[in-house]
């Protein structure tokens, strides 16, 4: 079945310490997007990307990196310069144009000990 | 700008109960809207959908219109199940826009 695979799907990293989470899709969607979800509250974009080898910031983009080598693939990486990593991270993906919706991931729940 | 707004929650009904989960918009020409659910500990999924004026989406006992007049999408279930309790976000995508703007969800809990 296709679908889009986040994993792990919890994490704990020590402060300090950079980490990846990982997505993958086998939809052959274009599109990837990155989300944070803080307890109680909504979704905000920290990266985007509509094509291999290009990627966009979205609205939460300092301290964390991506990147689009293949078109599956989309790794965030959560670097020690993020003041509070501790948070669930949605991964997604959708064709060229997201008109028909975005595919989610399960999530990430990383947390900082 | 473009932008979603959805009611505070969390919203609390007995079962069966009838269900209203009001959504409001900005977005310059005719964005398409969209209604997701989030179940504890996972990801989103897509409800349901409508891209144009007076389009009806409905998944599951769910409904929501599309009024341009009013700018809303508001959602709407005749007879609520406890299986219905999540999170539930409203969203839009503008025209020509490549990624879509989510409400800041609205918390479901049903009572048996």
């Known amino acids: 079945d296709g679908g889009i695979t986040q994993s792990p799907k919890y994490l704990f990293r020590k402060e300090g310490q950079n980490v990846t989470l990982s997505c993958e899709q086998n939809?052959?969607?274009?599109?990837m997007y990155w989300y944070r979800q803080d307890p109680g509250q909504g979704l905000r974009l920290i990266y985007y990307s509509q094509i291999v080898n290009d990627f966009q910031k979205g609205d939460i983009a300092e301290g964390y990196s991506v990147s689009r080598e293949k078109k599956e693939s989309f790794p965030l990486t959560v670097t020690s310069a993020q003041k509070n990593p501790t948070a669930f991270y949605l991964c997604?993906?959708?064709?060229?144009?997201?008109?028909?919706?975005?595919?989610f991931g399960s999530g990430t729940r990383l947390t900082v000990v | 700008g473009n932008s979603v707004t959805q009611m505070e929650g969390p919203v609390t009904l007995s079962e069966e109960a009838f269900l209203t989960i009001n959504c409001t918009y900005t977005?310059?020409?005719?964005?398409?809207l969209f209604w997701y659910v989030q179940y504890p500990g996972e990801g989103l999924q897509l409800l349901l959908k409508?891209?144009?004026?007076?389009d009806k989406g409905s998944n599951k006992g769910f409904e929501a219109t599309y009024r341009k007049e009013t700018t809303s999408f508001h959602l709407e279930k005749g007879s609520v199940q406890v299986s219905d309790s999540a999170v539930y976000f409203c969203a839009l995508l503008y025209s020509s826009a490549s990624k879509i703007i989510f409400g800041s969800g609205t918390r479901l809990s049903i009572r048996p």
């Open positions: 939809l052959n969607h274009d599109a």
């Open positions: 997604a993906s959708s064709m060229d144009s997201p008109n028909y919706g975005y595919t």
């Open positions: 409508a891209t144009k004026a007076d």
């Open positions: 977005a310059t020409g005719y964005p398409s």
